[in-house]
């Protein structure tokens, strides 16, 4: 099924979205207006914040056109269980064996108000959104409501869950291989040969299934992209993602793990370099003057900014309080539920009632909740005169990792202080600092 957009300029103003592959691309006017009704004059009004009309042959989301972020989200990260198999030392997520999962009919009633307001993408994640008892049936359940559907699993899954998805059309898995064997099975012990026997087994019974292999980048892994690229050609992976590692680790031992800027412009020229030789599909989170040699995202386009609250969000879930928390990037605080309320205010856009689903399009029109995403006077003062970020190169520093935490008073306006902190703080990883 197609559904085509109209949005701002910043966001390609048309574009069309086939909800069976999951595949956004922009088209000219042209294209657009031949799938306007006859009538569609008559029926336009850019007042309304989102307007859905039937077209010809595609669904026509229009309305208000917001310059600093999509009418809605293209993309939602959903947490929909805390639940998780594995205790990885980096994980950014406080989850845990045992843990909650969200309930099921709330699950589906999102799935009816973003499946109508035309959310492109769910990404289902925790925890291990496999363990949630109706994984399989939420799977479903987006599907008929027109959402694509991917999944963000560490590979661990059960018999049952695999051999149903070697079932699935239009399969999409996102899964954790952090290098080689060895450097794998010390982040995750002994998970590697069942990760890959796993993932090797979808895609033999499941040939159409796509596979994104996920890399958070360590001082461990970082001369293993050549290794990388064999695995993800081993199990036919589409692409493969290399994260560099967050300072928000659940083990503080793990930032002794980070790389330096240095050492990520080495593990960018070594993917490319692996690329052409083996070939495979990468991306990574700094693209410079090597834009063309990744994987494009099919969904967020990422021009001026990280797409975190401007393109996509995350949807939690709070069990002590029975709602639902809307936040930019599951790397800040406001994922952390002991986190203090406020250090975690000015990264949560808000919090709903399960049984008021519709007060989360009220979240994300609101300006004020996402200063910190959609304000781009906030970017680093050598990032806004960058030219990788008028180019469209370099999404700019990230107000996220770009953060001292510990020097935040939480008794003063911690807004204001990560203001400053953001202005004057370039990226950790700037691509241009390390050539200059």
């Not at 856009?349 to 906030?378: H, K, Q």
Request: proline residues 5%; hydrophobic residues 35%; contains cysteine.
């Amino acid at each position: 099924m197609l559904r085509i957009f109209q949005e701002a300029p910043e966001f390609d103003e048309f574009s069309k979205f086939d909800t069976e592959t999951g595949m956004l691309e922009t088209i000219p006017l042209e294209e657009f207006r031949a799938f306007l009704p006859d009538n569609y004059a008559d029926l336009i009004d850019f007042n309304e914040p989102i307007q859905r009309i039937e077209g010809k042959g595609a669904t026509i989301f229009t309305g208000e056109l917001p310059e600093t972020h999509v009418r809605f989200p293209r993309r939602i990260y959903f947490q929909i269980t805390r639940n998780c198999n594995l205790k990885c030392d980096y994980c950014f997520i406080e989850s845990k064996k045992g843990d909650t999962d969200v309930p099921t009919s709330a699950i589906f009633d999102v799935a009816e108000f973003m499946g109508e307001n035309g959310l492109m993408e769910v990404r289902l994640t925790g925890g291990e959104p496999t363990i949630h008892p109706d994984f399989l049936d939420i799977m479903h359940k987006f599907n008929e409501e027109q959402v694509y559907v991917s999944v963000a699993t560490n590979g661990m899954m059960s018999r049952r869950i695999i051999d149903a998805l070697c079932e699935e059309l239009n399969l999409w898995l996102l899964c954790s291989v952090d290098g080689n064997k060895e450097t794998h099975n010390r982040y995750r012990p002994g998970t590697f040969d069942k990760i890959i026997s796993n993932l090797r087994h979808i895609k033999e019974r499941n040939p159409s299934s796509r596979i994104r292999l996920t890399t958070v980048l360590t001082k461990e892994n970082k001369d293993q992209m050549y290794d990388l690229g064999e695995i993800c050609k081993s199990v036919d992976a589409e692409s493969i993602t290399v994260i560099p590692l967050r300072p928000q680790v659940r083990n503080p031992s793990m930032l002794n793990d980070m790389v330096t800027a240095g050492e990520f412009k080495q593990v960018i020229e070594d993917l490319i370099e692996a690329k052409d030789k083996i070939g495979f599909n990468f991306t990574t989170t700094i693209e410079t003057d090597y834009k063309e040699k990744f994987f494009s995202d099919p969904v967020f386009r990422k021009k001026s900014s990280c797409a975190a609250g401007r393109e996509g969000t995350n949807l939690d879930y709070d069990a002590k309080n029975n709602q639902f928390l809307v936040y930019g990037c599951s790397y800040s605080p406001a994922s952390d539920l002991n986190a203090a309320p406020e250090l975690r205010k000015p990264f949560l856009a808000g919090a709903f009632p399960l049984d008021n689903i519709p007060m989360f399009l009220n979240i994300w029109r609101d300006e004020s909740a996402w200063t910190l995403f959609r304000d781009l006077s906030i970017k680093s003062e050598d990032c806004r005169e960058c030219e990788y970020l008028a180019n469209h190169q370099c999404v700019g520093s990230c107000p996220i990792q770009n953060v001292d935490y510990d020097s935040l008073s939480v008794d003063g306006k911690v807004l204001e202080q990560l203001r400053e902190q953001i202005t004057h703080t370039g990226e950790w990883y700037c691509y241009k600092e390390v050539i200059g």
